[in-house]
């Protein structure tokens, strides 16, 4: 079986951002007789030099390990577990984000959406899903999509199912994983009776919970500049209460988590 070179990745990652051999020259600051040079083979370029491109290209950093290792030098980038010693601060400040957006529900999940830590204010979704997807890992999108799990709960499903597949091209459209596309092509294929997602300032996801419906919308929150694989890789969705009733649901006595601060 033949193995990549340098040269054929790059130029991979080139065609995927739309980019000619001048544009990848000019943003890297290099001629573009080096770039032909270095996708053809014909010169051997540095780690810096990878690296260089690569940041240029917006390469993730699992994937500069890859053009480092093709190119016989040693990966630059570690991928430790989340509770691993070393990742405690970045670990300890996930834990921080998602308590103090209590009363409110948030999660964190990786690049293929499964979920590495949530908050309390999630348990009560989870009180009527189907334990079989609740078995580490936990995969969001299936657990928002399977009618075992949230899904028989989401009154604006059609909705919801738009705004995950929106998401997921774009996340495949920036980096191609063979196992979020698998997902995609399981749970996010387009059918006939699936509509796109609305023009409202933002979609919201309303859930029947309790006898009541919780109108809700999220935001994403990702580490800067992140020298780790795995934080690379998670992000915190926060959800938050899209009118007044929502609001008093979460914020209610009955809650259990108004001023309950960090636990």
Known sequence: MSV??????LRRWRHHRRL???????????????????ETGKSNPSPAMILRLADRLDVPLRERNRLLLAAGFAPRYAERPLDDAALS??????????RAHEPYPALAFDRRW??????RAVEPFFAEVDPELLRPPVNLLRLGLDPRGLARLVVNLADVRAVFRSRV????????????AALYEELLEPGAGDAPAGADVTIQMVVR???RELRL???????GTPMDITLDEVAVESYYPADAESAAYFEGPGSGLTGSGPA
């Open 4 to 9: 990549d070179t340098v040269g054929e990745l």
């Open 217 to 223: 919308f999220s935001t994403i929150t990702t580490f």
């Open 89 to 98: 601060a970045a670990r300890n400040a996930v834990e921080r984000v998602l």
């Open 169 to 180: 091209r774009r996340q495949l459209a920036a980096a191609p994983d063979p196992g979020l």
């Open 114 to 119: 499964d979920i590495v830590m949530t908050n």
């Open 20 to 38: 000619s051999q001048l544009d990848l020259a000019i943003a890297a600051d290099v001629s573009a007789r080096h770039v032909s040079l270095v």
């Open 209 to 211: 919970l309790e006898g």
